[in-house]
């Protein structure tokens, strides 16, 4: 089993960014999928969540700037990041659930500075 992020970078303030997470090896569709970030010094924090069956939960701080969305033809989830501020900035990783059981992606850098 592996999730693996790609798409994070450098922005600056206010610019998008779309990150994907690639699953292999699990019944990708019947997972709940979730994006959680962790900046320099601060405790891991969840940011989205989309469950198989398309239901979909933010944080208050990225509501409304961020979008997840998964496509189960292609085993990927995406969370889509408009209007990038500089506390955005973290390594982000994703996460696939079912039941009891965790995955974890090894994250990917976003840094939003001017």
């Known amino acids: 089993v592996q999730l693996v992020e790609s798409g994070g970078g450098l922005v600056q303030p206010g610019d998008s960014l779309k990150l994907s997470c690639a699953a292999f090896g699990i019944s990708f569709s019947i997972y709940t999928m979730r994006w959680y970030r962790q900046a320099p010094g601060k405790q891991r924090e969840w940011v989205a969540t989309?469950?198989?069956?398309?239901?979909?939960n933010y944080v208050d701080s990225v509501k409304g700037r961020f979008t997840i969305s998964r496509d189960n033809t292609e085993n990927t989830v995406y969370l889509q990041m408009d209007s990038l501020k500089p506390e955005d900035t973290a390594v982000y990783y994703c996460k696939g659930s079912y039941g009891p059981v965790d995955y974890w992606g090894q994250g990917t850098q976003v840094t939003v500075s001017s």
């Open positions: 989309m469950t198989g069956a398309g239901g979909t």
